[in-house]
């Protein structure tokens, strides 16, 4: 199963209304389904504020190739997750440490 991305859109600080609801409801009107879109105002004085569309979507092949060569890590963290369930099972006791 693929694994959805986070993918971003940014515009900027100069655009008139009309243009910026046009573009938009063309961004909601061509979102993956489940995109989970949110939108931000990013940015400062200095170096300007724009408008960032977060929103997830499928890999895309080339991601599928890349990720399979590179994506050992994902059972390296399923392995930290199981030993930090272990932990979190073990049974301890509340108060004072032992004094050696």
């Known amino acids: 199963m693929p694994r959805r991305v986070k993918d971003f859109i940014d515009i900027s600080e100069y655009t008139s ?12 009107d061509n979102l993956p389904p489940e995109h989970q879109a949110e939108l931000k ?9 724009r408008l960032t569309i977060s929103y997830f979507r499928e890999q895309t092949p080339e991601e599928v190739e890349i990720e ?8 390296e963290g399923a392995n930290i997750e199981q030993l930090r369930r272990k932990l979190d099972e073990v049974p ?3 108060g004072k440490a032992n004094n050696r």
């Open 92 to 94: 301890f006791k509340l």
């Open 41 to 49: 105002i990013r940015g400062d004085e200095v170096f300007g504020r």
């Open 17 to 28: 209304l009309d243009d910026l609801i046009r573009y938009l409801e063309t961004i909601r």
């Open 68 to 75: 399979s060569k590179y994506g050992g890590a994902d059972d």
